[in-house]
């Protein structure tokens, strides 16, 4: 540090005008302790008090002292090598070490001739340069500690300054953008940050939204940040509300929050034995389908079906297997049924199909297709070879343009009779709705 050297170079002045031994500058708090000293010919050492020397209560002229008068500490007495038989202390008081000041020590007295007087000249000097020191160290604890606050967040940060020529990136940002962590030229991080947003799988859209933000310094906007499989949310906004102060980019990885949300989703929309959409999910997506149909015209159709004698496959192999037999009953079901047809477990038992779209004869043939999906090979569970068998009803009908809104609910109603017929028939067989 710039001002300590020259602290160094003072001492080894004073030391050579004034014939002393040894000269030491010392940083000295109100209660005596010196937090820090450097001086010629020692390097810097602190750690020690001055408090009960009875040199800070002493009426300091320029005039050396008999070094006996005082109780030195050891520390000073290693510096100099051995006793002193002089002393003298300049005062260089500042605000926040009201006792500093540079320390003469002769080891025999003071020579006469000795220009130690002139020594209190340097007192401004020593006070300036030790405030000038206190003032550097504490930037860097605050820089360092801005540089700990910034790499302790879990997110990106781009911070540029309020004149828009420097940024500072920390280390996960440094990573994003193919930079060392730290401080950088603005202009420098310009094609990074471009690059990075070219990258995304939505940049034009990022492109759009930051174009419409140009001129207008204190913006602030959230966007998401598309890279594969990565999502970022960045922030950006003013720093304190003012452009004019800088403005700070977060890039925060969003990934597993929004695969947990979406994991939640799919929780709260499937059935957890089957994995099916469950009853809820059913009744949404087909409002949102059927609501599609109308505007079109198109029809659609509902198939419920029901496992037969479900209550013996329980009775005689206990609810464990009843319910690997669900999961293969279900399985069966949607792969017999196209990608677009909508399949949930309704119920117990019973699981619901939507049609969007069919034609007359493609509602029966579609039930058929379930029903055989079911009894065409026993389900083989836990060594057991269990025959399936499933009953079918079916109802079909036109999302017209202001049609009833009660479709849905109408068309359940009509495919659940047919299913109860099936059923009163014989089971393992479907029936359609008239």
Not at 272 to 298: C, D, K, M
């Amino acid at each position: 540090m710039a001002d300590s050297d020259a602290l160094v170079s003072l001492s080894q002045f004073a030391r050579s005008a004034s014939g002393a031994d040894l000269a030491i500058v010392v940083e000295v708090q109100t209660d005596g302790r010196v937090t820090w000293s450097t001086g010629f010919p020692v390097t810097s050492f602190s750690g020690f008090n001055l408090a009960r020397s009875g040199m800070l209560e002493h009426p300091w002229n320029d005039q050396p002292v008999d070094a006996s008068r005082f109780r030195l500490p050891t520390s000073i007495l290693t510096a100099l090598g051995g006793p002193a038989g002089s002393v003298l202390f300049v005062p260089a008081p500042s605000d926040d070490a009201p006792s500093s000041g540079l320390l003469l020590l002769w080891k025999t007295g003071a020579s006469p001739e000795q220009s130690a007087a002139s020594m209190a000249l340097l007192g401004p000097s020593v006070a300036q340069l030790l405030s000038a020191r206190r003032g550097a160290v504490h930037d860097i604890v605050v820089r360092n500690q801005f540089i700990d606050l910034v790499e302790s967040v879990p997110a990106g940060i781009v911070l540029v300054d309020g004149d828009g020529l420097g940024t500072v990136i920390n280390q996960r940002a440094a990573e994003l953008l193919g930079h060392k962590p730290g401080r950088h030229r603005a202009v420098d991080l310009v094609a990074p940050m471009r690059a990075l947003r070219q990258r995304c799988d939505n940049h034009e859209a990022l492109e759009q939204a930051y174009a419409a933000q140009v001129g207008n310094l204190n913006f602030a906007t959230t966007l998401h940040w598309v890279m594969g499989e990565r999502t970022f949310e960045v922030d950006t906004h003013p720093v304190r509300g003012d452009g004019e102060q800088g403005r700070i980019w977060l890039f925060t990885d969003i990934t597993a929050d929004l695969l947990m949300a979406a994991e939640l989703r799919r929780l709260a929309s499937s059935d957890p034995l089957t994995g099916v959409p469950n009853r809820r999910h059913f009744e949404e997506r087909s409002a949102q389908i059927i609501a599609a149909r109308e505007a079109t015209g198109r029809s659609v159709a509902v198939l419920m079906l029901d496992v037969d004698h479900f209550k013996k496959i329980n009775d005689t192999h206990g609810h464990p297997i009843g319910d690997e037999v669900l999961k293969v009953v279900a399985r069966r079901c949607r792969e017999a049924l196209r990608e677009r047809d909508l399949f949930a477990r309704f119920g117990g038992e019973e699981f619901i199909a939507l049609l969007a779209a069919p034609t007359a004869d493609e509602v029966p043939a579609t039930a058929e297709r379930l029903r055989n999906a079911i009894s065409g090979a026993p389900v083989h569970v836990g060594g057991l070879r269990i025959e399936v068998t499933v009953s079918v009803g079916g109802a079909m009908g036109e999302a017209l343009p202001g049609s009833d809104a009660r479709l849905l609910e109408q068309l359940v109603a009509r495919a659940d009779e047919a299913l109860y017929q099936a059923k009163a028939d014989g089971r393992n067989r479907v029936r359609m709705s008239g």
